[in-house]
C-alpha cells in the first residue's frame, strides 16, 4: 500500500497474505494530507491451478483488503470513512515495481509463527473432555481455537499434501472443532449456524469477527416468547385484551396469487388500500452494482407494472402502474394527495407520480444513473417520508451516503443531517422512515446498526433512540400508528454467519421503548423483510424480497371474529379511522375494496433473491455503505 503525493509513491506497508492478519507498525511515520491518494495493489499467482481463479468475494474468489490504522484530531474526526474506490489504469503505470512481486514466505518463516511446544500434544489436549467445573469463557473458547486453527501444519500447508491427505486433515480439524463447539459446559448456547434456502455471504473478516463475538456472547436479558406476554405485557391496543393484542398472519391472504417481483416497498393510501412496489423481472445480486454505479442498464426498464394497489382484505389488485420507468425500486410513500413517492436505487433518483395511473412526473430530484454526494445528488436512496402539513419531503440516503435529506414540497433542499451529532454516531444504511404526525418527528430504520432513531422534523435534533438485543443487530423497516399513545411497527433482519436471532416483527411502545409483541407467519418463515406498513384498524402488512410476497397480519381477537364470520354467523365489526396515509396506519373504506382493474394478467417470476448480503462486485472494505441485501444461493448456484 502506498501514499501517492504529487506523482511520488511512499510505502506504508508490504507483507504477504499468507501471514497471519495483523497490524504491522510503519518503518517511518507518514502522513496523509487533503490531495493525497492512498494506492494498493494484490498481486496473486496462478502457479499449480489449472483452472481460472477470479476476483471476487466467495471461497472460490480471491480477495485481498489492505487496512491502515490512523489517527487523527478528533475535532476533525469522520469516524465512519471508508476506502474502496476503483482508479484509472494510468495513476497505476507508476506503482514502484516492487508492487508486482509477490512476497516470497519460506516454509522456515512459516514454521516459526507456530508454538514451539509440541503441537500434536496440544490438539490431543484439546479434545480431552473438560471437568464439569471448567467452563470455557469467551477468551477461552476464541484462544483454543486459535491454537487449533494456527497448530495444523497439514491446513497451513495443504499444498504439499495429495488430494487424499488435504480430505483427512480437513475432516480431523473440522472434527476437533466441533468438539470444542459441542461441549455442554460452554457456560452460553451453541453458536446456531443455521442451515438457510439462502447462504448469506460474510462481508470481510474484521466484521465477521465481531458478529462470531455476538453470536456466541451469553444474552444479558430474556427474550420475551411472542405468544407468552410477561407481567407487565398489558394491552397495546384499547380495543383488546392482553390475551388478544398478538398479530398472527392471515394464511389465506391474498385470495389469488399477486405474482409478484421483489416486494421493495408498501405504503397505504387515504382510502387505506395497500401499495406495492416491487421489481418484476429484476433482481438485486451481485452484478448489479460496482461502487454505487448500476451495471445492468442493459437490461432497460423494467415491463412489468411496478406499482399495485391492493384491496387489503380479499388482495384483490385494484389498480396497476409503474411501467416502463424503473430499473430497480425501493422505497415507496404517499403523501395527503394520494400522490406516490418513490425511490430507485439504480436510477439514485427520487421521484414524485401521479396515482392516476397515467404515471405522470411531478417532480424528480437527482441525477439518473449519476451517483453522488452533494444537495443535488443520491446515491442509492432507500425511502421517503411527507409531512402531512408542511409537504416537506424526507429522504433517506441510504447505501452510500448514510444521510437524510431535508427538501421542500417544490424539490427545495432545505437541510441535511446524519444520526445523532450529539453523540457522533453515524448511520450504517438508513434504510427505511416513517413520519410521526401527532408528534412532528422523523423515524429512522438505520439498519445495520440495529437500532431505530428519532429526530425533530423541524430542525433534525436528536430526540431518542431505540435499540433491542432482539433486533439482532439489523433493523429493515418500521411503520407508526398513534394508537396508544404512539406505536412503532419495525422488521428486523437476519445478519450474517448465522447468528440465531428469528425473523420477526415487532409493535414497541414509543414512549417507553418496550417491545409489546413480536410476531412471525405460521404458514411459512421470513425470508427477508424489506418493509412494514400498519393499517388504522392494526393490521400489519410485511413485504418480503426474498419471497416476492407480501404477508398480511391482524390482531389475534379480529382473526377469531372472522373465522366466525366464516363460518356462517354474521358479525359486525366496528374499524377506526384515521386519516394518517403513507406509511402510517390510514382509513378504510370499503367501497373501493370492490373496484376492479380489468386486463392486468402478469406472469409469476420464480427466481432466486439476491437480496439480504452485503456484497458488491468489488472487494471494498466492510463498511457496507453500497451494499444492499442480497443472499447467496445454495450450492451449485452461484449468486449472492
Not at 514 to 540: M, R, W, Y
Not at 588 to 609: E, P, Q, V
Amino acid at each position: 500500500g502506498y501514499r501517492v503525493r504529487n506523482g511520488q509513491w511512499t510505502q506504508i506497508g508490504r507483507q504477504s497474505p499468507l501471514l497471519p492478519q495483523a497490524f504491522y507498525p510503519v518503518a517511518n511515520t507518514i502522513d496523509v494530507k487533503n490531495g493525497d491518494i492512498l494506492a494498493a495493489r494484490c498481486v496473486f499467482t496462478g502457479e499449480g491451478r489449472t483452472t481460472n481463479t477470479q476476483i471476487g468475494g466467495t471461497s472460490n474468489d480471491e480477495m485481498c483488503n489492505f487496512y491502515i490504522m490512523y489517527y487523527m484530531d478528533n475535532s476533525r474526526a469522520v469516524p465512519y470513512m471508508s476506502c474502496g474506490d476503483d482508479s484509472s489504469s494510468e495513476l497505476f503505470r507508476n506503482i514502484p515495481s516492487e508492487a508486482n512481486i509477490p512476497i516470497p514466505v519460506s516454509p522456515d518463516h512459516m514454521m516459526s509463527m507456530k508454538h514451539e511446544s509440541a503441537p500434536q500434544k496440544d490438539v490431543v489436549d484439546l479434545q480431552e473432555p473438560k471437568r464439569e467445573e471448567e467452563v470455557l469463557d469467551q477468551g477461552d473458547l476464541y484462544s483454543l481455537l486459535s491454537k487449533l486453527l494456527g497448530e495444523r501444519e497439514d491446513v497451513v500447508h495443504m499444498h504439499k499434501y495429495n488430494p487424499t491427505e488435504v480430505a483427512r486433515a480437513q475432516k480431523r480439524l473440522m472434527a476437533e472443532i466441533d468438539s470444542i463447539m459441542q461441549k455442554k459446559d460452554l457456560g452460553w448456547p451453541r453458536l446456531g449456524y443455521k442451515t438457510k434456502e439462502d447462504a448469506i455471504l460474510a462481508r470481510d473478516r474484521v466484521h465477521k469477527f465481531h458478529q462470531l463475538e455476538s453470536t456466541v456472547s451469553p444474552s444479558r436479558s430474556r427474550t420475551v416468547s411472542a405468544r407468552q406476554p410477561t407481567t407487565g405485557e398489558v394491552t397495546w391496543h384499547s380495543k383488546h385484551t392482553a390475551e388478544s393484542a398478538h398479530l398472527v398472519e392471515v394464511s389465506d391472504w391474498p385470495e389469488a396469487d399477486l405474482q409478484l417481483g421483489q416486494v421493495s416497498g408498501l405504503a397505504l393510501n387515504s382510502n387505506g388500500d395497500l401499495i406495492i412496489f416491487h421489481r418484476g423481472d429484476h433482481i438485486w445480486g451481485i452484478n448489479s452494482f460496482i461502487n454505487g454505479i448500476y451495471q445492468q442498464k442493459d437490461l432497460g426498464p423494467i415491463q412489468q407494472s411496478t406499482i399495485m394497489v391492493v384491496d387489503p382484505v380479499k388482495g384483490k389488485v385494484l389498480k396497476a402502474s409503474g411501467r416502463n420507468m424503473f430499473y430497480m425500486p425501493h422505497g415507496i410513500t404517499t403523501d395527503k394527495d394520494d400522490n406516490y413517492w418513490v425511490t430507485d436505487v439504480a436510477l439514485h433518483q427520487v421521484i414524485k407520480l401521479s396515482s392516476d395511473g397515467k404515471d405522470r412526473q411531478l417532480l424528480v430530484l437527482g441525477e439518473a444513473f449519476e451517483p453522488g454526494s452533494d444537495k443535488k445528488h443520491f446515491c442509492q436512496p432507500t425511502d421517503v417520508a411527507v409531512d402531512p402539513v408542511t409537504g416537506n419531503v424526507y429522504v433517506s440516503d441510504g447505501y452510500c451516503n448514510s444521510r437524510i435529506l431535508k427538501f421542500s414540497p417544490e424539490g427545495k433542499y432545505i437541510s441535511h443531517w446524519g444520526a445523532d451529532r450529539k453523540r457522533r454516531v453515524p448511520f450504517w444504511i438508513p434504510h427505511s422512515l416513517a413520519f410521526l404526525p401527532d408528534k412532528r418527528e422523523l423515524c429512522v430504520a438505520d439498519r445495520d446498526n440495529g437500532r431505530i432513531q428519532c429526530f425533530r422534523a423541524d430542525t433534525g435534533e436528536f430526540v431518542k433512540e431505540i435499540k433491542k438485543e432482539q433486533f439482532g443487530g439489523e433493523v429493515f423497516a418500521i411503520a407508526y400508528s398513534p394508537a396508544q399513545g404512539g406505536l412503532i411497527y419495525a422488521v428486523n433482519g437476519e445478519p450474517p454467519y448465522g447468528q440465531a436471532t428469528p425473523l420477526q416483527g415487532f409493535v414497541i411502545n414509543y414512549s417507553t421503548k418496550e417491545i409489546l409483541d413480536s410476531f412471525s407467519p405460521d404458514t411459512q418463515k421470513f425470508k427477508l423483510p424489506h418493509d412494514i406498513v400498519v393499517t388504522a384498524d392494526g393490521s400489519v402488512f410485511v413485504g418480503d424480497a426474498a419471497s416476492d410476497s407480501v404477508i398480511k397480519f391482524v390482531l389475534s381477537a379480529k382473526a377469531e371474529h372472522r373465522s366466525v364470520k366464516k363460518g356462517g354467523i354474521e358479525v359486525q365489526e366496528i374499524e377506526d379511522s384515521l386519516s394518517h396515509t403513507g406509511k402510517a396506519a390510514g382509513s378504510l373504506n370499503l367501497g373501493n375494496f370492490f373496484a376492479s382493474h380489468k386486463g392486468y394478467t402478469r406472469h409469476g417470476f420464480d427466481r432466486l433473491s439476491t437480496e439480504g448480503s452485503d456484497l458488491e462486485k468489488d472487494d471494498e472494505d466492510g463498511t457496507d455503505s453500497e451494499n444492499e441485501e442480497y443472499s447467496a444461493p445454495p450450492a451449485p448456484m452461484s449468486s449472492s
